[in-house]
Nanobody
C-alpha cells in the first residue's frame, strides 16, 4: 500500500492550495480516508475524513468553511482544497487510510494503518 501526498508549497495568507493523495494497493472508496497535519513541536492533528463509501467528509472546527475534501474513486485519489489559508495552517500535511476504523477513532492518528509521506504547507503572514 502506498499513499503519495503532494501539492504543498509556500503561500501567503489568504491564498489557496490543493493537496492530493494518490493511493495504490487499496481502493479509496472502501477505506476511511483522512487528512492530518503536524506543525513543528505539536502533535499530529486531525483535519478531515471520509467515511467508507460516502462522499460527505467531516472536518475539524478550525478548517470548516475554508477546507474542502473530495474523493475521486476513478483516480483512486483524495484531495484537500484549502482556501483562505492562515499562518496557523502551516504544517506537514499527511493523508491516512484504514479499512476498519469506527467513527469514534477517525481523529486518532494511532488508529490508522497506512500513511503517506507528508507534504509541507507553509503560509506566510
Amino acid at each position: 500500500v502506498q499513499l503519495q501526498a503532494s501539492g504543498g508549497g509556500l503561500v501567503q495568507a489568504g491564498d489557496s492550495l490543493r493537496l492530493s493523495c494518490a493511493a495504490s494497493g487499496i481502493s479509496v472508496r472502501n477505506y476511511v480516508m483522512s487528512w492530518f497535519r503536524q506543525a513543528p513541536g505539536k502533535e499530529r492533528e486531525f483535519v478531515s475524513a471520509f467515511n467508507r463509501g460516502d462522499n460527505s467528509p467531516f472536518y475539524t472546527d478550525s478548517v470548516k468553511g475554508r477546507f474542502t475534501a473530495s474523493r475521486d474513486n476513478a483516480k483512486n485519489t483524495i484531495y484537500l482544497q484549502m482556501n483562505s489559508l492562515k499562518p496557523d495552517d502551516t504544517a506537514v500535511y499527511y493523508c491516512a487510510a484504514d479499512r476498519h476504523l469506527i467513527r469514534s477513532s477517525y481523529s486518532t492518528p494511532g488508529a490508522y494503518g497506512y500513511w503517506g509521506q507528508g507534504t509541507q504547507v507553509t503560509v506566510s503572514s
